[in-house]
Structures are given as C-alpha cells and as structure tokens.
C-alpha cells in the first residue's frame, strides 16, 4: 500500500478506505510516528477525539518533538473542551517548531475559552499577523483587546475586519458596541443595521439598535 494513499483517501473524506490504508502501513512501519498521527487525524475527522488522543500519544511516545502530533493532540482536546490541556499542546507544538497561523489562533482560543484573555492575547495577535486574510483570527483578535479594555484598538480592528469581510455581522455588531462607548451613537445604529441586514435574527445588534433608538426618543 503506498503512504501517500491513506492521505489521499482522507482528504477525500473516504474514511473507510483511509483506516484500512493506515493501519496497513502502521503494520508495515510501527517506529513511523507520522502513521499514527495521521490515524489520529482520522479519528479526530470523525469525531473520535479520545480514540484519537491515544494515537497522538503514541507518536509521542516515539518522537516526543512531533509538532503535529502536539497540535492533533491539543484540537482532539479543544472538542473535548479540555481547554487546559488544549492549551499546553498547542503551546508545546509551538515550541516544537509548529510556527504557523492555526496553531497560535488555536493557542488563543483555548485560553479564551479558559477566560484567559491576557494569556490569549500574544497568540490571537500572532494569529491575525501571519495571516492577513483570516478574517476570523482578525476578529477575535478584536474581541480580546476589547475584553482587556483597549476599546480603541479593538474598534479599529473591527473595522479592518469588516473592510476584510462586509458580511460579518458579529463584526459589525461588536464594532457597534465600541462605538457607543464613544457616544458614536448615529455610527452605531449604522453598524447593528449592517449585522441585521446580514443576519436578521441578531438578536444582540437588534438590541443595540432599540437602545440607540429609545435613548434617542428620550432626549
């Protein structure tokens, strides 16, 4: 069976076939940790996330530096809502040389989840840096500077995020929000009009929106 084939069938979403495939080659080579990240990757694909931890641990316990091993490890986690462990993996994938936008955006998310948003922040800003066009890491970035109280900068990142992606409407409704801070208010109601006119049943851009309008009637 060649290596490439298990892959193959994976990113076509042939699970069946992929399964077969790698546990022949895990067969053929057991030191290979790459299989048994790649029986991971499978596993975490069909929602096997603990069966899939323990494939992850195997190949650490045969390269204890494997990078993607680390970072299967730490999204197997994060779908568990392990966000702790998830965390520390994708720390440690980083270290391990696993430099790239997706591991530092996941790095984020994981402290975000803990409520840890200063710890979040270093990662999320490396996120939105190495890749200009995730718009999502853009945005969370957003929401965490606005969560430590840098509600400036988190009102000019939604902007770029919006400038980025016009249909965002949590973006739009989160640049609304920084804009009442500053009594912005008729920018505001333009921006909570945008996230409704995206999504129409924003239940929080119409609120805002209401109260703009009311504080308006009481004036």
């Given at each position: 069976?060649?290596?490439?084939?298990?892959?193959?069938?994976?990113?076509?979403?042939?699970?069946?076939e992929?399964?077969?495939s790698?546990?022949?080659?895990?067969?053929?080579?057991?030191?290979?940790?790459?299989?048994?990240?790649?029986?991971?990757?499978l596993?975490?694909?069909v929602?096997?996330?603990?069966?899939?931890?323990?494939?992850?641990?195997k190949?650490?316990?045969?390269?204890?530096?494997?990078?993607?091993?680390?970072y299967g490890?730490g999204?197997?986690?994060?779908?568990?809502?392990q966000?702790?462990?998830?965390?520390k993996?994708?720390?440690?994938?980083i270290?391990?040389?696993?430099?790239?936008?997706?591991?530092h955006?996941?790095?984020?998310?994981?402290?975000?989840?803990?409520?840890?948003n200063?710890?979040?922040?270093?990662?999320?800003?490396r996120?939105?840096?190495?890749?200009?066009?995730?718009?999502?890491?853009?945005f969370?970035?957003?929401?965490c500077?606005?969560?430590?109280?840098?509600?400036?900068?988190a009102l000019?990142?939604f902007?770029?995020v919006?400038?980025?992606?016009?249909?965002?409407?949590?973006?739009?409704?989160?640049?609304?929000?920084?804009?009442?801070?500053?009594?912005r208010?008729?920018?505001?109601?333009?921006?909570?009009?945008?996230a409704?006119?995206?999504?129409?049943?924003h239940?929080?851009a119409?609120?805002?929106?209401r109260?703009?309008?009311n504080?308006?009637?009481?004036?």
């Open positions: 069976m060649e290596p490439s084939k298990g892959l193959e069938y994976l990113k076509k979403g042939k699970f069946e992929a399964a077969k790698l546990e022949a080659m895990i067969e053929a080579d057991p030191k290979n940790p790459v299989h048994y990240i790649n029986f991971g990757n596993l975490s694909a929602h096997e996330h603990e069966k899939a931890i323990r494939f992850f641990d190949a650490l316990s045969l390269d204890e530096d494997a990078a993607a091993a680390l490890a999204i197997a986690c994060y779908h568990l809502e966000f702790a462990k998830a965390a993996l994708f720390q440690e994938a270290k391990s040389g696993l430099q790239d936008g997706d591991t955006f996941m790095a984020g998310m994981s402290f975000v989840s803990l409520g840890e200063r710890l979040a922040f270093p990662y999320l800003m996120a939105a840096e190495l890749n200009h066009e995730d718009h999502e890491a853009l969370q970035f957003g929401l500077q606005a969560r430590t109280g840098d509600i400036q900068t000019n990142t902007e770029k919006v400038k980025q992606h016009e249909k965002h409407a949590d973006a739009w409704y989160n640049l609304g929000v920084t804009l009442t801070y500053f009594n208010d008729a920018e505001a109601l333009q921006a909570f009009e945008k409704l006119a995206i999504q129409p049943d239940y929080l119409g609120n805002g929106k109260n703009i309008e504080k308006k009637t009481n004036q």
